[in-house]
Nanobody
Framework: QVQLVESGGGLVQAGGSLRLSCASS?????????MGWFRRAPANERELVAT???????YYADFVKGRFSISRDNEKNTVYLQMNSLKPEDTAVYYC????????????WGQGTQVTVSS
């Protein structure tokens, strides 16, 4: 069973940085899996933040381009999200997700980590 655990969230002032990590505490997931980060702010829909494929091809939502960076370490079965120049509107619960099924939906999800950016 793949069990994802996120870490690295917290409270930071606007303009600051945080680095989120997501690792499997159970069975390792395949290095061929695409990995992604999502977020959900209060009263908002969940939104895609960034993804990285097995070939390390990355995708970023427009609202984080130039500020966030996603990376992966297959040996450690871990995906990271480096968040710089944080804004109050980045405040949300951040979730990692790995491995997509044939329909494109992610199979495994973490429990989420809170990121709060104060102004």
């Amino acid at each position: 069973q793949v069990q994802l655990v996120e870490s690295g969230g917290g409270l930071v002032q606007a303009g600051g940085s945080l680095r989120l990590s997501c690792a499997s505490s159970g069975r390792a997931f395949s290095s061929s899996c695409t990995m992604g980060w999502f977020r959900r702010a209060p009263a908002n829909e969940r939104e895609l933040v960034a993804t990285v494929t097995s070939a390390s091809v990355t995708y970023y939502a427009d609202f984080v381009k130039g500020r966030f960076s996603i990376s992966r370490d297959n040996e450690k079965n871990t995906v990271y999200l480096q968040m710089n120049s944080l804004k109050p509107e980045d405040t949300a619960v951040y979730y990692c997700a790995v491995c997509r099924n044939g329909g494109g939906s992610y199979i495994y999800w973490g429990q989420g980590t809170q990121v709060t950016v104060s102004s």
